[in-house]
């Protein structure tokens, strides 16, 4: 899950004031000085010696609430009571509901909802099981699930601060593709109980995203989850990312004019997101891949003490090159950065080869600023929404999994994320396509209908979708009025 900071928010400051120590003025003096600029002063409570105001305050950088809060909090006679801001202020209470689809107004309705009748949609999904995907929340329903070790940007904080995050991703998969889904903080990072805990709550879903898992852990729990489960298991953070890297990539080299199958290409981090966007390079037909990690370049032949290193390492740098970033970036004609600020230096960039493709896509720093690399660079993308060509996996998952629940498909191929990222790809128009625009924007209307249209199809080819074509009709509908059609 991608995460960068904003330009600029406000925050709102309430200070509990003795009107005898302090004047307003010296109050808002401290809070310019700390580089805040107060639009509003409101009093919440008020007696002859002491009142209580609410300041909101414009700051350039949420970090500078800490230092309003302390230039404020100094002056005698000031107390500060508490602080939030904008971003704060929406997560009160959680972002997302449960919401009833049908109101409950009389004994009728209540019998039919719940007691007696229920009892025979209970006794109809009894014998034939399949029909608890028509009959109730399965059909639509997805489970974001994470252990919150590896919350991108933030690293290992744990279930209970990973869950606004998990709310976040609810919410873009319904606002996109109208797909209801439950974040679940799983209180334990052991890989076996992981696994044992999402099979115990699967009859409940339609599908499960795998969400901020750390690596290797998050390989063998896919896998296992994939071979246990009849339902689709995505982790988004390995091939959302990959696909739409790889949409991103196929303009881009389509822009400059080269192939594929022709391009050298250097990855520098090899975890959870590195090696899903090689794998799927390798499928779309990419031959010369380098990968470099905090051991330097991934060769044959050497043991690396995992599994997931020790297949890279097999099935990659076909040349045999070694060494360090700085000696395989040499001809390079394409970067792939998922690791961290900075990796990537100017004098690399410069020695790559003529029309360079650089995809920096560590967050919330890249791993070299745009503005280093733009003078040698054809074609930039990063992971943040303030450049152009953001790779964000928004572009894939709420398409990815509104096809998935619509065939009913019982799992994610590498056809599938092909496909999707195929779609993604197409979208931007050959009279649209230059080096500023190689992507299509998160909001670009076109983007769910699109994957999930060529993730259908791909599901049917691949033999996994469930569903008869002839059920998804224009007749099969969602919530929002959606019409779902099989290309």
């Avoid at 007691?115 to 109730?136: F, K, N, Q, Y």
């Avoid at 051991?295 to 297949?311: A, K």
Wanted: aromatic share 4%.
């Amino acid at each position: 899950m991608s995460l960068s900071g904003g330009a600029g928010t406000t925050i709102i400051i309430r200070l509990e004031i003795d009107t005898k120590k302090v004047t307003l003025g010296q109050i808002a003096t401290a809070i310019g000085d700390a580089g805040g600029d107060i639009v509003a002063i409101d009093v919440t409570r008020a007696n002859r010696q002491m009142t209580v105001r609410d300041m909101t305050v414009n700051v350039i950088d949420p970090l500078q609430s800490d230092l309003i809060a302390k230039a404020a909090g100094s002056l005698p006679g000031v107390r500060v009571v508490n602080i939030s801001d904008q971003t704060f202020l929406l997560h009160l209470g959680g972002k997302i509901e449960m919401a009833s689809k049908i109101p409950i107004r009389n004994r009728d309705d209540l019998s039919r909802v719940y007691t007696p009748g229920v009892a025979r949609v209970c006794m109809a999904i009894h014998e034939d099981p399949s029909r608890a995907h028509t009959l109730t929340v399965k059909r639509n329903m997805a489970a974001v699930v994470t252990d919150g070790s590896a919350v991108l940007g933030l690293g290992n904080i744990g279930p209970l601060a990973a869950m606004p995050v998990m709310e976040g991703k609810a919410m873009l998969f319904k606002q996109f593709a109208g797909v209801d889904a439950v974040p679940i903080c799983l209180d334990t990072q052991d890989t076996e109980e992981i696994i044992r805990t999402i099979k115990a709550i699967a009859p409940t879903f339609g599908a499960i995203n795998l969400e901020d898992i750390s690596s290797p852990r998050c390989f063998e729990i896919e896998r296992r989850l994939t071979e246990e489960l009849d339902i689709p298991v995505f982790h988004d953070d390995q091939h959302g990312t990959a696909v739409v890297m790889l949409a991103g990539l196929l303009n881009a080299l389509k822009l400059v004019g080269k192939r594929l199958e022709e391009c050298k290409i250097v990855f520098s981090g090899i975890g959870a997101a590195g090696i899903a966007c090689t794998k799927i390079l390798l499928a779309a037909g990419a031959v010369n891949i380098i990968g470099v990690d905090r051991f330097g370049v991934l060769t044959r032949g050497t043991d690396y003490g995992q599994e997931s290193w020790n297949w890279y390492a097999s099935n990659t740098n076909p040349n045999d090159e070694t060494g360090g970033l700085t000696n395989v970036i040499a001809g390079a004609d394409v970067f792939i950065g998922v690791s961290g600020p900075g990796v990537l230096k100017k004098h690399d960039v410069q020695r790559m080869a003529k029309d360079a493709i650089v995809f920096a896509m560590a967050n919330p720093s890249p791993e070299i600023d745009p503005e280093e690399a733009e003078d040698y660079v054809r074609v930039m993308a990063t992971g943040r929404s303030d450049y152009p060509n953001q790779i964000n996996n928004v572009l894939c998952f709420p398409g990815m999994f509104r096809g998935v629940l619509d065939c009913r498909a019982s799992r994610v191929t590498e056809k599938m994320k092909l496909a999707a990222a195929r779609a993604i790809a197409s979208i931007v128009g050959d009279e649209e396509l230059n080096e500023q625009y190689i992507i299509p924007s998160v909001f670009n209307p076109h983007v769910v209908d699109r994957v999930k249209e060529a993730v259908i199809a791909a599901a049917y080819d691949s033999g996994v979708a469930r569903r008869r074509r002839t059920e998804i009709t224009q007749t099969d509908k969602t919530d929002k009025g959606d019409t779902y059609l099989v290309p």
